[in-house]
T-cell receptor
Framework: EAAVTQSPRSKVAVTGGKVTLSCHQT?????MYWYRQDTGHGLRLIHY???????EKGDIPDGYKASRPSQENFSLILELASLSQTAVYFC??????????FGPGTRLTVL | GDSVTQTEGPVTLSEGTSLTVNCSYE??????LFWYVQYPGEGPQLLFK?????EKGSNRGFEATYNKEATSFHLQKASVQESDSAVYYC????????????FGDGTVLTVKP
């Protein structure tokens, strides 16, 4: 079965600090995605990637960078964390761009 | 841009009653429509998808029909169980099919025994 893992599962960061969220998939999928989920709202796409060493901007990329060093790994980087970036972050992978397999999420709190 | 609007929650039902979660969408393209379900502490998981207009998708007793004319994709289940308590998301993917999903805000369903 598809397996997407995320680390850490929760994190508290200080405003202005750097935060790196990691995602690892063992599905052999080419496509990977980062979404954020805010309380009472759906998921919004931040960055995505079709292939290693290449990333694309999603709907809300401002304040975030992404890195795809290998097919299995996809990181989300907040260079200067802000209060507004407090949210739950989900990573997903897919083989056909349609059925996406999500990880368990990372709860980020910025103080 | 694309958008999805669904029933605002929370929705509370008793076991054995029927469920309808409304979903309407806006897009200039011809989308593929999805229902995802999210259980507490987990990421969303695909319930089912329907790529073609006038076709029905179903899984685990849930079903929805892709109504292109009404731009709707309502989720229904005839008899809910306590284990159906979760958040349900309607979503769409439209050409150029980058894999981007546009989600609704989600509907929290609580089923009481």
């Amino acid at each position: 079965e598809a397996a997407v893992t995320q680390s850490p599962r929760s994190k508290v960061a200080v405003t202005g600090g750097k935060v790196t969220l990691s995602c690892h998939q063992t599905n052999n999928h080419d496509y990977m995605y980062w979404y954020r989920q805010d309380t009472g709202h759906g998921l919004r796409l931040i960055h995505y990637s079709y292939v290693a060493d290449s990333t694309e901007k999603g709907d809300i990329p401002d304040g975030y960078k992404a890195s795809r060093p290998s097919q299995e790994n996809f990181s989300l980087i907040l260079e200067l964390a802000s209060l507004s970036q407090t949210a739950v972050y989900f990573c997903a992978s897919s083989v056909d761009k349609y059925e996406q397999y999500f990880g368990p999420g990372t709860r980020l709190t910025v103080l | 841009g694309d958008s999805v609007t669904q029933t605002e929650g929370p929705v509370t039902l008793s076991e054995g009653t029927s469920l309808t979660v409304n979903c309407s969408y806006e897009t200039k393209q011809y989308p593929t429509l999805f229902w995802y379900v999210q259980y507490p502490g987990e990421g969303p998981q695909l319930l089912f998808k329907v790529p073609k207009a006038n076709e029905k998708g179903s899984n685990r007793g849930f079903e929805a029909t892709y109504n292109k004319e009404a731009t709707s994709f309502h989720l229904q289940k005839a008899s809910v169980q306590e284990s159906d308590s979760a958040v349900y998301y309607c979503a769409l993917s439209a050409p150029p099919n980058t894999g981007k999903l546009t989600f609704g805000d989600g509907t929290v369903l609580t089923v009481k025994p």
